[in-house]
C-alpha cells in the first residue's frame, strides 16, 4: 500500500518570501500522479499543482511549483512571494493509474503566513 | 457550475442515530469518493464507486454504506451513529478512464458531531 508522509506538522513565513513544503511517499509502482491541496480555513479542498510521475518537467503553476525526485520519492511545494491568502492546511496526495484512482493523502502542513 | 455538492453542511446525531450525507456531481463523472477528515489528520477513503452499480471498500468502511443508482448521486448512510464517526466528511468526483489523469473535484464537506 502507498503511504504519502509530511513530515512539518507547521510551517511560517514572512509574507513575500519563499517557503518550501515537504512531502515522501512509498510506493512500487511506477506510473502514478502526485498533488498539491490547499485547505483554508473555509474546509474547501482546492487543488494547487499536479505532476504526472511520467514526466521528469516539474510542474508549475504561477507562484507555486514543485521539486519531483522520482529516485527518491520526493515531491516538495514551494510557494514563491507568499500572499495572506496562502494562509492554509497543505496536503500532497498520491493516486495510482489506473484502478480505483483513489487519493492517499498525508496528514498535513498547516502554513501561516505572517504580514 | 454546481461541481459537487454536499448535504447537509453540518449535522449533529444522538448515538445509535441513523442518517444519511448527501452526494450529487453535475459533471458527469463516472468515480466518485467518500472520505472522512479527523482533526489533525489528512482524509481517509470511506467507499468508492466507478459507475451507477458499483460500489467498493477503502480504508476505514466500518460503520457505513452506499449505494450508486445514477451516475449523478453517491449518498453515503451512517447506521447506528457513534462517537468516532465524528468527523468532516468530502465527497468527490473525477472522470475515469481515458482522462484518468484529471484531478478529483471536491464537495465542501459536511462536519458531523454524534454526541
Known amino acids: 500500500a502507498q503511504t504519502v508522509t509530511q513530515s512539518q506538522p507547521e510551517m511560517s513565513v514572512q509574507e513575500a518570501e519563499t517557503v518550501t513544503l515537504s512531502c515522501t511517499y512509498d510506493t512500487s509502482e511506477s506510473n502514478y500522479y502526485l498533488f498539491w491541496y490547499k485547505q483554508p480555513p473555509s474546509r474547501q479542498m482546492i487543488l494547487v499543482i499536479r505532476?504526472?510521475?511520467?514526466?521528469?518537467q516539474n510542474a508549475t503553476e504561477n507562484r507555486f511549483s514543485v521539486n519531483f525526485q522520482k529516485a527518491a520519492k520526493s515531491f516538495s511545494l514551494k510557494i514563491s512571494d507568499s500572499q495572506l491568502g496562502d494562509t492554509a492546511m497543505y496536503f500532497c496526495a498520491f493516486m495510482s493509474q489506473g484502478g480505483s484512482e483513489k487519493l492517499v493523502f498525508g496528514k498535513g502542513t498547516k502554513l501561516t503566513v505572517n504580514p | 457550475n454546481a461541481g459537487v455538492t454536499q448535504t447537509p453542511k453540518f449535522r449533529i446525531l444522538k448515538i445509535g442515530q441513523s442518517m444519511t450525507l448527501q452526494c450529487a456531481q453535475d459533471?458527469?463523472?463516472?468515480?466518485m469518493y467518500w472520505y472522512r477528515q479527523d482533526p489533525g489528520m489528512g482524509l481517509k477513503l470511506i467507499y468508492y464507486?466507478?459507475?451507477?452499480?458499483?460500489?467498493d471498500k477503502g480504508e476505514v468502511p466500518n460503520g457505513y454504506n452506499v449505494s450508486r443508482s445514477t451516475t449523478e448521486d453517491f449518498p453515503l448512510r451512517l447506521e447506528l451513529a457513534a462517537p468516532s464517526q465524528t468527523s468532516v466528511y468530502f465527497c468527490?468526483?473525477?472522470?475515469?478512464?481515458?482522462?484518468?489523469?484529471?484531478?478529483?473535484?471536491f464537495g465542501d464537506g459536511t462536519r458531523l458531531s454524534i454526541l
Open positions: 468527490a468526483s473525477k472522470p475515469g478512464p481515458p482522462r484518468g489523469n484529471q484531478p478529483q473535484h
Open positions: 459533471m458527469n463523472h463516472n468515480y
Open positions: 464507486s466507478v459507475g451507477a452499480g458499483i460500489t
Open positions: 505532476q504526472e510521475a511520467y514526466k521528469q
